[in-house]
């Protein structure tokens, strides 16, 4: 891979600024692979499973409160324990995509947890065939009662259950099927290599960042907004929980893994010290330390709604951005930044929805017929087109682009939760810059609450309510603000 070179500035320096990148740790999930500790457990898990089965399979209705308040107690136990594997497995799988004796053993772990899942899966659907009257009885007793977020969740599902063997089926047929794909997927896009020639965008930061710096900037900009959050923070760099560097093989882009409760979240960047890798370091701890904190909600509850996936992750972007502004006195810089900002601010929202809008329209179409390839790119080309308008001219090359988006094969629709993330973040800034009191305490109270709550109950003690126009106008009035505040630089 060649090196690209910033304007003025030596390779020698680029990657002397590079130097010292952090590369996780994942012993605390497990010492290796072949670790008689992980051997150890995947043969109790699926001991543990097959004796789960055999207890309550065809049992739920008839169990008292306390009764299934156990049994799901069992159940979330043996959850985390397949999570402890399979977060382990995907990791070091994301560490070097191209190693075929990693991607063997990831392939492994796979198989071996969608057995136990498969094991498992009666739990679900039994829970999902209790009548309303009989579930919400048993739900009032104390050993249950703190699982009805779960539960809700869970039977959120109901309408559109299959028999019992069908869903198997299609649980057994995971591994071979959409897991594979992804697999093909990931392996194949960081196998990719990209000549560069040599020069940079036009006016572009021609300074190189070094990580101790990204490292402070960030927890700096957290902790102004709240030390707690830079507490947590900090213990992702001073754990081993980040890999930073660019590896041949390595996964593409940047993710937080929240693993599992009893352990702790991983980040995977590929930091090349520009401005954009800070902020996406403040992105992804953002994320992390948001799992963190939900983590106090167990294993089963600690996943966030989607509608706030992107909260945290998006504000902590906002609070390094403004961090970095403020320390920016060159106004062509600020400028700079500021137009940056604003670009992404826009591709998070129009950029995003026409994601989703691509998706429905390929979908919606796939139900009459099968999509050749020349038909998908005509779809992506006509959504992004009316999304962007005619200012901007999309080529023929562009009708390939959507390949590339991960999240169109990981999780099918997840984009627009950037769209909605960015502007319920700006909607909560925009609470926050009009008081800051108290505003740190109730936002950390958010964090926390993982999956127990909805985000209309969320937003409550915010004064925002996302069914309001008054809600999106709060947020677009930031955007507009830093737009004031381009067009008035020289």
Known sequence: MRLR??????????????LDLPEWDLSDLYPGRDSEALARDLTRLTDDAEAFR??????????????LGAAVEAYERLQEQSGRIISYASLVHAGDLADSEIGRFFQTMQERINAVSTTLLFFTLELNRLDDADLE?????PALIGYRPWLRDTRAFRPHQLSDEIEKLLHEKYVAGRAAWTRLFDETIADLRFPIGGKELPEDEDRQIPW?????????????????LAVIGGRFFAGRWIDAPVRPGKASGAFAHPTVPSAHPY???NYQGRVRDVMTLAHELGHGVHQVLAAEQGYLMADTPLTLAETASVFGEMLTFRALLARQTDPKRRKIMLAAKVEDMLNTVVRQIAFATFEL????ERREAELTPDRLGEIWLTVQR????????LGEPYRYYWTYIPHFIHTPFYVYAYAFGDCLVNSLYAVYQDAHQGFAEKYLELLRAGGTLRHREL?????LDAAEPSFWSKGLSVIAGFIDELEQLP
């Open 361 to 364: 329209a390929v979908h919606d």
């Open 386 to 393: 009316e999304s962007l308008g005619p200012a901007l001219s």
């Open 137 to 141: 009885a048993k739900e009032a007793d």
């Open 212 to 228: 101790r710096e990204a490292e402070e900037t960030v927890l700096s900009a957290y902790g102004a907004f709240s030390p707690q």
């Open 54 to 67: 055999e207890r309550y399979q065809g049992r739920l209705a008839d169990l008292s409160g306390t009764a």
């Open 459 to 463: 937003l409550a003690p915010f004064d």
């Open 5 to 18: 070179t910033a304007t003025g500035l030596a390779v020698g320096q680029r990657q002397t600024a590079l």
């Open 267 to 269: 980040l995977l960047l």
